[in-house]
């Protein structure tokens, strides 16, 4: 695996920038942020855009898939590295999505068969680098939602074991919707 270097990485991301965002905070929400991602997280998810992209196994995104064709294994690395290096901006949790976010968030549901997000999310949703186990916190709410909708329906199927599909299968749009920006303001 190649070792990251975040100033390269950095004088890479010139056409990164149209969507993601000068430092990786996207300015609208139609595009994920990837500013502070854990570093093996990030370069996982251009190795499986590229896998995908080139007939393989991987993560499938039309528009990804355009960006990672020309990347070699050390611009990933370096990609990942910059945009881990840079922060995430906040985002703040409405009041009314406390309650019901944080019993499902960290308790998880027994009858339902739902392990609880905090396991692998960790308490401020901060993930997991060593586990390659994302991000939550400061992510756009809406591309929260896209996401486990598409784990929901099989769209998204590079979650390693299935992790992510057998929990998404289990929530209810209702629960989607809380957790999605209830997980933003971690
Ligand atoms: C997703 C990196 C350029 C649109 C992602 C993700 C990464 C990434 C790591 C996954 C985020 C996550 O899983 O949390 C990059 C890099 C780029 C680049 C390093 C430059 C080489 C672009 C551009 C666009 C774009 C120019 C728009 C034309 C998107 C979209 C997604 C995404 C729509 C979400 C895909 C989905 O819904 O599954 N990008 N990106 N990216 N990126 Fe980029
Ligand atoms: C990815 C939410 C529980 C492991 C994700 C993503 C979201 C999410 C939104 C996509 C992040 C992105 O694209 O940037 C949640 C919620 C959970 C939950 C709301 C509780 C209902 C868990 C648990 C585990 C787990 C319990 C471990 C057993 C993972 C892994 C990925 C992921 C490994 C990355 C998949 C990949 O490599 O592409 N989760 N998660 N999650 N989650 Fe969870």
Avoid: W
């Amino acid at each position: 695996q190649a070792q990251g270097d975040a100033e390269a990485g950095k004088a890479k991301a010139a056409t990164c920038v149209a969507c993601h965002g000068n430092d990786g905070n996207s300015p609208t929400d139609m595009y994920p942020k990837i500013a502070g991602q854990h570093a093996s997280y990030l370069e996982k998810q251009l190795v499986e855009f590229k896998a995908a992209a080139t007939g393989g196994v991987g993560r499938a995104n039309a528009i990804m898939a355009g960006m990672v064709m020309g990347l070699s294994e050390q611009d990933m690395a370096d990609l990942a590295a910059y945009y881990a290096s840079e922060a995430i901006t906040p985002v703040a949790t409405p009041e009314e999505v406390i309650e019901a976010g944080e019993a499902l968030y960290r308790g998880g549901d027994l009858e339902r068969g739902i392990t609880a997000c905090i396991a692998c999310h960790s308490p401020r949703g901060e993930g997991l680098e060593s586990a390659k186990f994302p991000r939550l916190s400061g992510q756009h709410p809406a591309y929260i939602k896209a996401q486990l909708q598409a784990f929901r329906s099989g769209e998204r199927d590079n979650d390693p074991n299935g992790m992510m599909r057998d929990i998404a299968k289990k929530l209810t749009d209702a629960d989607i919707e809380v957790l999605s920006q209830y997980v933003a303001g971690l």
